[in-house]
């Protein structure tokens, strides 16, 4: 897929000891702000890309993640599968969520990762596509907590773009693998940077 989405951001690489990590179906209460509070704890600011129906339905966790100054990005409005929905749809949901957004952001993230080209290239011509390279699978309920942090450490380097769930589904795992992730890059002496707010745009699809 990095290779027919090469427009799509997947990670950031930098020869400094940065990782970027990233929060995926917010804001929810109590998740979101357990996942915030791990942040302080180690200084760490990342990136959340928020379902417009939570934000709605939950602005003072909203206000939260942007009162620490967290970045955030889009995640349409109802966590649409684009491969399951029809362009014209698809592209009308992230705009809903878009108009929601307490503050100017071009970052879109698609639900599963799952998004048509003929969706993507009116989506570029005002956002970034951002993706990942390292998948926790967090939300996967076959995945032991241990084997979801092993995963985590093994794959994630500096620039690594990194993706969790601050969601009911992705508890277990994300909850564990978090502040042990947290741990084990500062002890090596990594940082936790979120996503610029607006990133260039790269309109280059076919």
């Not at 417009?52 to 995640?75: A, T």
């Not at 970034?128 to 995945?143: A, C, N, S």
């Not at 995963?151 to 508890?171: F, M, N, P, R, Y």
Request: a neutral charge; one cysteine or more.
């Amino acid at each position: 897929m990095r290779a027919f989405y090469s427009e799509f951001v997947w990670n950031k690489p930098t020869d400094e000891k940065i990782i970027y990590l990233t929060f995926d179906d917010g804001p929810i209460p109590d998740i979101t702000e357990w996942v915030l509070q791990q942040l302080d704890d180690y200084q760490a600011k990342a990136t959340f890309f928020c379902i417009g129906d939570n934000i709605q339905k939950h602005p003072r966790v909203m206000d939260e993640v942007l009162k620490r100054n967290h970045s955030i990005g889009n995640h349409t409005f109802n966590h649409l599968n684009g491969w399951k929905t029809e362009n014209q749809l698809y592209v009308q949901n992230v705009a809903a969520c878009q108009e929601i957004l307490p503050v100017p952001t071009n970052l879109f993230r698609p639900p599963y990762g799952r998004i048509k080209l003929s969706q993507a290239r009116p989506l570029l011509s005002m956002h970034q596509v951002v993706m990942w390279d390292v998948l926790t699978g967090d939300f996967e309920r076959y995945l032991s907590p241990e084997r979801c942090l092993e995963k985590t450490l093994e794959h994630t380097t500096a620039g690594s773009i990194v993706v969790l769930h601050d969601s009911q589904k992705a508890w277990k795992n994300m909850s564990y693998v978090l502040p042990r992730t947290l741990q084990h890059f500062s002890e090596l002496g990594f940082k936790f940077a979120a996503l610029p707010t607006n990133m260039p745009i790269k309109n280059g699809l076919v």
